[in-house]
């Protein structure tokens, strides 16, 4: 094994004559936008940053024509188990998975169920192919929701995805079967999400809670107008955000244990979801090694297929 297969495949700049004279690290934030904690990261080790094939440190000059690379070290997640857990892969390259994870799936394992996570799954079948990756998700889903998770496989694809995200550039469409029918029938709702200081797991709209901002657009009502289907869209990322926000304008989602009516809920259609009415169908991103604009589906699962068409009257 020679010394460069301890490290993923390099970023690499090609220096043009206006970068003559600049340094390291000016080049590589501006052609690549290497964050400075990647950079102090990877000048470390001993082939993280090379000008011409030689070690060289952040602060060190480029000339036109030398040719830049990173390198970051190949890594596992040593403290996830793997397990061979069915994983519903819509998309993979040496980059970037996303997975259709399924209601009742964890993203990561966390106090208390450390197996039997998505990430237990997906390290498994990074295993299987012989790569060495850590699990790295950009975002997440509750439990309970099910759909699409982007999982960076190299920190700097983590680090660039997270920063989209930030910047509300990935794109996320997520369905739902609520209760009730939103009015209007589209529109905003703009409220301030915190934890419940009762309950700390549980999160209410407080007018000092953190900005909260989801998008909703009714699809179809059924049943007079007892119950509908909406398509959402996050600007921000709060935990449980639309559970909470669809609760607040009286649209509480169908089978929600945590935010549903509770004993106002018809038991059929709470028995038919089996779980909250969540589907995160729709994920769009720029690939940060391509710059290509990128989108994926995942259709509605089967007990949501069931409860639709049994609120359609099919």
Not at 64 to 73: C, P, W, Y
Not at 240 to 268: F, N, S, T, W
Not at 293 to 299: D, I
Request: hydrophobic share 35%; glycine share 8%; charged share 25%.
């Amino acid at each position: 094994m020679t010394e460069l297969n301890r490290y993923y495949e390099p970023l690499t700049v090609h220096i043009t004559e206006r970068e003559q004279g600049m340094m390291v690290r000016t080049v590589l934030e501006r052609r690549l936008g290497v964050s400075r904690k990647l950079l102090s990261r990877v000048k470390l080790t001993e082939h993280g940053i090379t000008l011409n094939g030689r070690r060289v440190y952040t602060n060190d000059k480029v000339q036109s024509g030398d040719v830049l690379a990173v390198r970051m070290e190949k890594e596992t997640s040593a403290d996830i188990l793997a397990e061979p857990i069915p994983v519903d892969i819509i998309f993979e390259d040496e980059y970037l998975l996303i997975a259709n994870k399924p209601a009742g799936l964890i993203v990561h394992p966390t106090h208390g169920h450390y197996t039997g996570t998505l990430a237990n799954g997906v390290v498994y079948h990074w295993q299987m192919k012989g790569e060495q990756v850590r699990f790295r998700p950009v975002h997440r889903l509750d439990e309970e929701t099910s759909g699409l998770v982007a999982i960076a496989k190299n920190p700097y694809i983590h680090q660039q995805l997270s920063e989209q995200l930030q910047a509300d550039q990935i794109q996320k469409r997520y369905l739902a079967l609520v209760y009730g029918a939103p009015s209007p029938a589209a529109g905003t709702v703009d409220a301030p999400i915190d934890r419940n200081p009762d309950s700390p797991h549980i999160r209410i709209v407080k007018p000092d809670g953190y900005p909260s901002v989801t998008h909703y657009e009714t699809e179809a009502v059924y049943r007079g107008g007892a119950a509908s289907m909406v398509r959402l869209r996050l600007e921000t990322g709060r935990t449980h955000q639309i559970r909470v926000h669809m609760r607040h304008i009286g649209c509480p989602l169908i089978g929600d244990k945590m935010y549903g009516p509770g004993e106002d809920g018809e038991a059929e259609w709470e028995a038919a979801a089996g779980r909250q009415a969540l589907h995160a169908e729709k994920l769009g991103l720029t690939h940060p090694m391509t710059g290509k604009w990128m989108e994926w589906t995942a259709p509605l699962p089967p007990e949501l297929v069931r409860l639709e068409q049994m609120l359609a009257g099919q």
